[in-house]
């Protein structure tokens, strides 16, 4: 089935640690984003790429980087994890880098640091 | 800047009729989304809109009026699997999107 695969689905993660979430997507999508779901706020954008090659600064980009190799990944690491990290992590691709085409959105990685 | 508003939660009864209402400020315009997020899940695209008016698709439909920074989301025949939450997002004048905090919809039998 076509769609994004998020990678993994839910980690604890000790305060300092690295680690890297992954993101693959499998319909050709050129734009790609990361996004973070805190209880009574919006998604809010942390990265995002046009297209392979290219990445961008969302709203919240502080600890975090990306990287977009070619168009089917986009891995976003947290080189040193902090509490405040902690949060429901979405990975969505779009066909259009306008964004009118709506967005396709991966199941989430569910992230606590401690 | 830019801001959007929904109301944080809503209840309504199986087999009734709900709008959820959006409205926005914004200096750029270039469409507005509604998704729904079922708790634990990723959000799921529901409708687009671009120009002033009503779009209707199924048991929902989508209306906007760009003059009035307002867009709603209409739920008819509701059914218990409508129990979710969902989301307003608007198209900015860079073409990125923001997000409301979204309404999570409790559906009573």
């Known amino acids: 089935t076509a769609g994004i695969t998020q990678a993994p689905t839910s980690q604890i993660l000790a305060a300092g640690r690295s680690m890297t979430l992954r993101c693959t997507q499998d319909?050709?999508?050129?734009?790609m984003y990361w996004y973070r779901q805190d209880l009574g706020l919006g998604l809010r954008l942390i990265h995002y790429?046009?297209?392979?090659?290219?990445?961008g600064k969302g709203e919240v980009p502080d600890g975090y980087s990306v990287s977009r190799a070619n168009t089917d990944d986009f891995p976003l690491t947290l080189a040193s994890a902090v509490p405040s990290q902690t949060s429901v992590y979405f990975c969505?691709?779009?066909?259009?880098?306008?964004?009118?085409?709506?967005?396709?959105f991966g199941s989430g990685t569910r992230l606590t640091v401690v | 800047g830019q801001n959007i508003d929904q109301p944080t939660e809503m209840t309504a009864t199986e087999g009734a009729i709900v709008q959820i209402n959006c409205t926005y400020q914004t200096s750029g315009f270039n469409g507005l989304f509604w998704y729904q997020q079922h708790a634990g899940e990723a959000p799921t695209f529901l409708s687009y809109?671009?120009l002033d008016g009503l779009e209707e698709k199924g048991r929902f439909s989508s209306f906007l009026s760009r003059s009035k920074g307002y867009s709603y989301l209409l739920l008819k025949e509701l059914q218990m699997k409508d129990s979710a939450s969902y989301l307003c997002?608007?198209?900015?004048?860079?073409?990125?999107?923001?997000w409301g905090a979204g309404t999570k919809l409790i559906i009573k039998p």
């Open positions: 319909m050709r999508h050129n734009a």
């Open positions: 809109n671009v």
């Open positions: 997002a608007l198209v900015d004048s860079n073409y990125q999107l923001i």
């Open positions: 790429s046009n297209t392979a090659g290219t990445t």
């Open positions: 969505a691709s779009s066909d259009s880098d306008t964004g009118a085409g709506g967005y396709t």
